[in-house]
């Protein structure tokens, strides 16, 4: 198993330009997430998924859009990138926290973002 | 004040150590979560603890829910130990986790 994967692992953006972040697990997990982590402060969550077809806001959403339309998948995207989300995203994933005991979060490697 | 406070920010230790990390916490939460960040980058989950206390190898987690605290120690500490530290609690009644902002841990030979 693959666990939780993350394309690309780096990018560099100008400011306006759009892009989307792939994450992809092979867990047949029902939740998955999106975070940022920026120095000194811990991961914040951007947007998650409690299953296909929906997704929530998270802390800190605004500038981000996100799509489940597979399980396996979750799509962040930057409409119109700022240097403000300069920062290195992570993707986890987990079961439903009502099924397992564990609820523990599988993370993907990070994507590495810098906005010019 | 953040609502899950880690101490220390950084410790250095020397191989053999005994280590502690701190969390505490100012929410009701239903379970708090240990995780190591290695140097590269990567996120691995160490914990999940509603209550007492749970072993894995050398490393020892416990929570004290009424005191809203929990500690993270690595028994005879190595350099592969090295890495950040990350505590995260599961909001009651949510889907969600808060962060702490990690403990930077060296561990020279």
């Known amino acids: 198993n693959a666990g939780v994967t993350q394309t690309p692992k780096f990018r560099v953006l100008k400011t306006g330009q759009s892009m989307t972040l792939l994450c992809a697990q092979d867990?047949?997990?029902?939740?998955m997430y999106w975070y940022r982590q920026d120095p000194g402060m811990g991961l914040r969550l951007i947007h998650y998924s409690v299953g296909e077809g929906t997704t929530a806001k998270g802390e800190v959403p605004d500038g981000y859009n996100v799509s489940r339309l597979k399980k396996q998948n979750f799509l962040l995207g930057l409409e119109s990138a700022a240097p403000s989300q300069t920062s290195v995203y992570f993707c986890a994933s987990s079961e439903h926290p009502g099924t397992s005991n564990r609820n523990e979060q599988f993370f993907g490697p990070g994507t590495r973002l810098t906005v010019l | 004040k953040n609502e899950v406070e880690q101490s220390p920010q950084n410790l250095t230790a020397q191989e053999g150590e005994f280590i502690t990390i701190n969390c505490s916490y100012s929410?009701?939460?239903?379970?708090l979560h240990w995780l190591q960040q290695h140097p590269g980058g990567g996120i691995v989950s160490l914990f999940m603890?509603?209550?007492g206390k749970k072993k894995h190898g050398r490393l020892i987690a416990t929570i004290n829910i009424q005191e809203k605290h929990s500690s993270l120690h690595i028994t005879a500490s190595h350099p592969r130990d090295s890495a950040v530290y990350i505590c995260?609690?599961?909001?009651?009644?949510?889907?969600?986790?808060?962060f702490g902002t990690g403990t930077r841990l060296q561990v020279f030979p």
């Open positions: 603890l509603s209550s």
């Open positions: 929410v009701g939460i239903s379970a």
């Open positions: 867990m047949n997990h029902e939740y």
């Open positions: 995260a609690v599961r909001i009651y009644n949510t889907d969600k986790l808060i």
